[in-house]
Every structure is written in structure tokens, then in C-alpha cells.
């Protein structure tokens, strides 16, 4: 008798056990299962004059949608470079914002908007367009190599030099000795890269 009670004793604590380890299982199931919330993914496109610049697009089409690049854009339009600046390149274009191109003096700004202008206005805009992709990381690159400056030699044919500066930021000197600085740099294209710069620079 006393045999037969402790078969049926362990028996009922078996049962219990295998019961609370179900509804163990149970109880976690549902948190297992659960899945994680989705996350958008993050824009990388960087933004220039308000508009988000795609990579997929070209030199002009991009600029067209920049409010601080207005004015280089008339410009290019009106020196008929559009066509050439939406071509395959590729080219590094160091593009004046509207504040650079305020900085010169009006009357000289409407003789190069003038149609009688047309070809100084190109040997301007020319100038700021070198041949090629050049990020900043590959001006740091040849500067390195070449005491901090980097001699470019542009689309009009002039040179501009490139100084990387120990905060790496970059620094052009123009063929008159001016100066401007690159505010926003890295901005690619499909065709090329452009560096915004906050003064016109001027060929010789």
C-alpha cells in the first residue's frame, strides 16, 4: 500500500513539472515571436541651398534646385554651358554660391550677363571647372605629397591652387592672387563632384 501511494506521488509531481515547464514555454512564446519595429532608412544625400542633392543627377540638374546657387546657374545658362555640364564629364566644378557672385562689383556682373559678355563669361566659368572627379579626400591626398597646395589646371586653361589647411579645410588662390574658401565640399554628381566656394575666383 505504502509503495503504491509513492508511485502515485511522484506520478502527480511528474504531471505538475511537465505542466508548468508547457506553460512556461507558452507564456515566453509570444515574446519570442514578436518582431522588431522597422526603421526607415536615413537620406545621405547632402543638402545645398535647402534641396537635397542627388547623386544620380547631373552637375545642372542639381544646381537648378539649390536657392544659394541661382545666380551660377543663370550664369551657366547664359554662357551656354548647360549642355556641356550635364554631359558625361566627369568634372569637379568649385561652384560660387549667390553670395559669392555678390561680392563683384554690379557693372562688372551685367557686362558678363550681357550678350556681348558671353565669351568672358565663359572664360570665368571655365575656370572653376577642373577636368575630373576630385573629392576633397584626393586634394588632401596630392597636397600631401606636395607641401599642403595642389596645382590644378582647369577647363579654361589657367591654374588655380588648392591648399589644404591643417583643420582640412581647403583654400583656393586664383591667377590675381584672390582667395576663396570651400564651404561645402563633396558634393557628388552623376557627371563629376562640386565644392561650394564663397568667392568668385578670376583668371588671369
Not at 508548468?20 to 545645398?48: L, W
Not at 558625361?88 to 554690379?106: C, I, L, Q, R, S
Amino acid at each position: 500500500m505504502t509503495t503504491r501511494i509513492l508511485i502515485l506521488t511522484v506520478a502527480s509531481a511528474a504531471l505538475v513539472g511537465l505542466a508548468a515547464c508547457n506553460n512556461a514555454e507558452t507564456e515566453k512564446a509570444p515574446a519570442e515571436a514578436t518582431p522588431a519595429p522597422a526603421t526607415a532608412p536615413a537620406t545621405m544625400d547632402p543638402v545645398v541651398g535647402g534641396a537635397p542633392m542627388s547623386p544620380n543627377e547631373t552637375i545642372v540638374a542639381n544646381a537648378a534646385k539649390a536657392s544659394n546657387l541661382t545666380t551660377l546657374v543663370s550664369a551657366v545658362q547664359a554662357a551656354g554651358l548647360a549642355e556641356t555640364l550635364s554631359g558625361p564629364g566627369p568634372f569637379t566644378v568649385f561652384a560660387p554660391d549667390n553670395g559669392a557672385f555678390e561680392k563683384v562689383p554690379a557693372a562688372t556682373r551685367e557686362a558678363l550677363m550681357a550678350p556681348a559678355g558671353k565669351a568672358d563669361l565663359t572664360k570665368l566659368l571655365t575656370y572653376h571647372v577642373v577636368p575630373g572627379r576630385m573629392t576633397a579626400a584626393d586634394l588632401a591626398t596630392q597636397a600631401q605629397a606636395n607641401g599642403g597646395k595642389v596645382e590644378l589646371t582647369t577647363v579654361q586653361g589657367g591654374t588655380l591652387t588648392a591648399t589644404v589647411n591643417p583643420d582640412g579645410s581647403v583654400t583656393l588662390t586664383d591667377a590675381k592672387g584672390g582667395m576663396s574658401r570651400v564651404t561645402q565640399s563633396d558634393v557628388l554628381q552623376s557627371n563629376g563632384v562640386v565644392h561650394v566656394i564663397d568667392t568668385v575666383v578670376m583668371p588671369s
